[in-house]
């Protein structure tokens, strides 16, 4: 990557994925403009889409695309009209073959509750508020790849289910070193969670996070259990800062962590590998509302927030995103699926306006 010269590879998807990128790429454009910087967006094909066209959802093109870009932004890939295909077919493969050749580990997932969007969260305003954790989810190990997985007839003749969980401490090293430099940036706290109590596998991931945790003496390290971080999440969810764990707690606490802020419309992620990395909104391609121009597009806009942070180091200008994003709240425009009586229920295209009108106040 030359110095102002990004390549970034672009998936809009199906159903919303085009409305929601489109004003995603509105924001980076005058970014791009205002900063100088030579921003390369190379549309491509993935997901339903593509399958429609070529009978993949990731034709050898796309893969290209992404692997000779700097990072990848993605709207949203499936839809009910591809639901009966074949699962080597699905449009959901595209994804797990853009994070598998793009050697993708760590899925980041920031959860932050916005002053306006208070009332949105299903718990009282005054355990939300104030909320801002990042958690950070292992993406390749546990018990969703180890073997031997499957269901078999033991010598009983009685059916048995088996999933392994296993770690190698390289694969938590690596997790764990992101974890860190993450914590880094922020307010230098960083909980691991594991079950270190039963799982043997877990208690190495202790140990091995522990080991890691002596190279960054200005990080404080706790752990904690996983029965008891997801009780805390409910609790007291503005005690956490950086949470790293493994791949299926994971799972489980990202989701619980994201009902905190009760509208999925508004949460982007990351998905790190060494080199490269995926940047898309949490929810699906919503099909239910696709082509109405009512879908929400800030947590697309966030995810580009969140590529200039992590693939290109432009955390000024990716925190002016965020708080264009507050400051659109603030002023009252609100999609459907945030919308309160007393604020201004807006479409699509005009919330990208209207975060655009305030990236430019606060370029100037
Ligand atoms: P979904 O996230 O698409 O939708 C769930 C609900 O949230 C719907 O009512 C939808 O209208 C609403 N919603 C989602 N995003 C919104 C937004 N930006 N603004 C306003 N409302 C929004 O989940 P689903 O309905 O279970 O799945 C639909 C399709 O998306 C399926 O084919 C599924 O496989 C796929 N999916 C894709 C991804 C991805 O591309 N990463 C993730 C999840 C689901």
Redesign the pocket.
Known sequence: MKQNNYNIAVFA?????PE?IKEALKILKIIAEKKKLNLQLHEGLA?GCAYDRFGVPLPDASLELALQSDAVL???????Q??SLDYKVR??RA?LALREKLGIFANLRPVVVFEELLEASPLKKNIVQGIDIMIVRELTGDVYFGKPRGVKKGKDGKRYGVNTMVYSEDEIRRIAVRAFEIARTRKKNLLSVDKANVLECTELWRNVVTEVGQNYPDITLKHMYVDNCAMQLIRNPAQFDVIVTSNLFGDILSDEAAMLTGS??MLPSASLGEKKALY??????????AGKN???????ILSAALMLRYSFSMQPEAELIEKAVAETLKEGFR???IHQPGTKLISTEAMGDAVAKNVRNLLN
Request: glycine share 22%.
């Open positions: 998807g199906d159903g919303i994925g929601i997901g993605l709207g949203a890939v499936g839809g009910p591809w639901e449009p959901e994804l999925i419309g898309e909104p949490i929810h699906g391609s919503a099909p239910d509302i009512i879908a929400n597009p800030l947590a697309t999609t459907q699926d």
